[in-house]
């Protein structure tokens, strides 16, 4: 059964640092993983979906990079505002319809 | 406006009692998801659907039933059957790829037993 990981549970930091969130999961037989934004008590957006034929993926300030032998994935976020602040989930697709996410790291960024 | 919209916003449910979720997109996606959020948790995968008039069972199906009658539309009803209803619920859709997914989700339905 695949298992998605995300370390660590919470992240705070000043605004303007670069930070890293990370992903990991239990099962390589993936067809992609994405990565999602969630502010409180509203739905997710999608942020960047790497295939799992690619290595990464960029969006503005946003790097999204896969490791599919490792099972790892990290999301860099570059020059951190407080906007920035959220619960960031990954997610990965393990067959038709069927997505496994992972319990997701809350950030905060401190003016 | 493409997007995904869910209702009611807040829903509240006696013991006993059915209720539905409202789920509907106009984005002309073929699949569609229900998944479930408990508090400091990611989101459980309850029901998927393909196409129209197939379903197919998530993680925690149990206690709960889906319709897929129109693409543009996916209720979720909460049957007294599922002993503990208290979540957030998220709707979901995509289009149908393995690996081009992207999923994008409504605002949420909290539900609330009374």
């Known amino acids: 059964k695949q298992e998605v990981t995300q370390i660590p549970a919470a992240l705070s930091v000043p605004e303007g640092e670069n930070l890293v969130l990370n992903c990991s999961f239990t099962d390589s037989a993936i067809y992609n993983l994405q990565w999602f934004r969630q502010d409180p008590g509203k739905g997710l957006t999608s942020l960047l979906l790497?295939?799992?034929?690619?290595r990464e993926q960029t969006s503005g300030r946003l790097n999204a990079s896969l490791d599919k032998s490792s099972g790892r994935s990290t999301l860099y976020i570059a020059a951190s505002q407080p906007g920035d602040s959220a619960t960031y989930l990954c997610a990965v697709t393990v067959n038709a319809g069927k997505s496994t996410f992972g319990d997701g790291t809350t950030l905060t960024v401190k003016p | 406006d493409g997007g995904i919209t869910q209702s009611p916003k807040y829903l509240f449910r006696k013991e006993g009692q059915n209720v539905t979720l409202s789920c509907e997109q106009n984005l002309n996606h073929d699949a569609m998801y229900w998944y479930r959020q408990d508090p400091g948790q990611g989101l459980r995968l309850i029901y998927y659907s393909q196409i129209v008039n197939d379903f197919q069972k998530g993680d925690i199906a149990e206690g709960y039933s889906v319709s897929r009658e129109k693409k543009e539309s996916f209720p979720l009803t909460v049957t007294s059957a599922q002993k503990n209803p208290t979540a957030f619920y998220l709707c979901?859709?995509?289009?149908?790829?393995?690996?081009?997914?992207?999923?994008?989700f409504g605002a949420g339905t909290r539900l609330s037993v009374l």
């Open positions: 790497i295939q799992s034929s690619q």
């Open positions: 979901a859709s995509s289009i149908v790829h393995l690996a081009k997914n992207i999923q994008y």
